[in-house]
């Protein structure tokens, strides 16, 4: 039987990238790997350790001693710090608004890359991110570039904290998105774009179904190429 093949799903904040990620790797049986996780774990453990975000050395030696592990559950992916599950803390505004810091120096994005690639050896992936099919792993048979208007995710991300008992009011919101989108897609290393060999999915008005069948009719169509 084939591994199965590589998919590479990136876009902007909350375009539905992990929803989409996880529920088709539980289709096809395959790995799911959220790249941005790993970025936030850092962020959190550099807030919680003190570390200057501005110094790329300094992040990369706490990223060396750090041991951030995926963990495949059921309904997604929980992430472990240092051997704590920290899947709720990753998430919080304060990670969120230094992440994009963290995630924009030279050795820390090699550090983080060189372990995604690890992750996703020899076995069938479904991995999310900014630079998954630029810079990651450029052969994936399936690249993707999920996006949807700025309003639309900024109403998602609204109603998701409003069920997590989390209320930050939507214009926040949409202007911490266009932040975030805005430094991911300008910086130096790997920024976020649409590879040229990426299929397009506005995901606007589709529902999480209906994005998910697209995916994997594109998928099926490449494992019987
Ligand atoms: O889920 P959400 O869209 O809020 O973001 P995420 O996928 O958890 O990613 C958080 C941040 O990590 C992004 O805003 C990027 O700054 C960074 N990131 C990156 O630089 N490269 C990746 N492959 C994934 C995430
Ligand atoms: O990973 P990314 O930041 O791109 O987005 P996400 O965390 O997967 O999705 C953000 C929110 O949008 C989640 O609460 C999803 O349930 C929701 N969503 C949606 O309402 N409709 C879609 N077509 C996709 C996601």
Redesign the pocket.
């Known amino acids: 039987m084939s591994k199965g093949i590589i998919i590479a799903i990136d876009?902007?904040?909350?375009?539905?990238?992990?929803?989409?990620?996880?529920r088709i790797a539980q289709k096809l049986g395959y790995t799911y790997i959220?790249t941005?996780a790993m970025y936030r774990a850092l962020t959190h453990k550099a807030i919680q350790s003190n570390i200057n975000m501005g110094s790329d050395k300094d992040l990369a030696d706490l990223l060396k001693h750090t041991e951030i592990v995926l963990v495949p559950e059921e309904n997604g992916q929980a992430v472990w710090i240092d051997g704590v599950d920290c899947s709720e803390e990753i998430r919080s505004q304060e990670v969120t608004a230094n992440v994009s810091e963290v995630a924009a120096h030279s050795t820390v994005r090699h550090l983080m890359v060189e372990k995604q690639r690890e992750l996703a050896e020899g076995t069938g992936v479904v991995m999310?991110g900014r630079d998954i099919g630029t810079a990651v792993l450029p052969k994936a048979e399936l690249k993707v570039f999920?996006t949807?208007s700025v309003d639309e995710?900024a109403e998602?991300?609204f109603?998701?904290n409003e069920?997590r008992g989390i209320h930050i009011p939507l214009a926040q919101l949409k202007e911490e998105i266009e932040k975030r989108d805005r430094a991911d897609s300008e910086r130096e290393l790997s920024p976020l774009k649409m590879a040229d060999d990426a299929i397009l999915v506005d995901?606007t008005s589709?529902?999480?179904e209906?994005?998910a069948n697209q995916v994997i009719m594109l998928a099926e169509k490449r494992m019987n190429q």
């Not at 876009?11 to 996880?22: L, V």
């Open positions: 876009g902007p904040a909350a375009a539905g990238k992990s929803t989409i990620a996880k959220d941005g999310d999920m949807a995710r998602r991300r109603v998701e069920k995901t589709m529902s999480i209906e994005v």
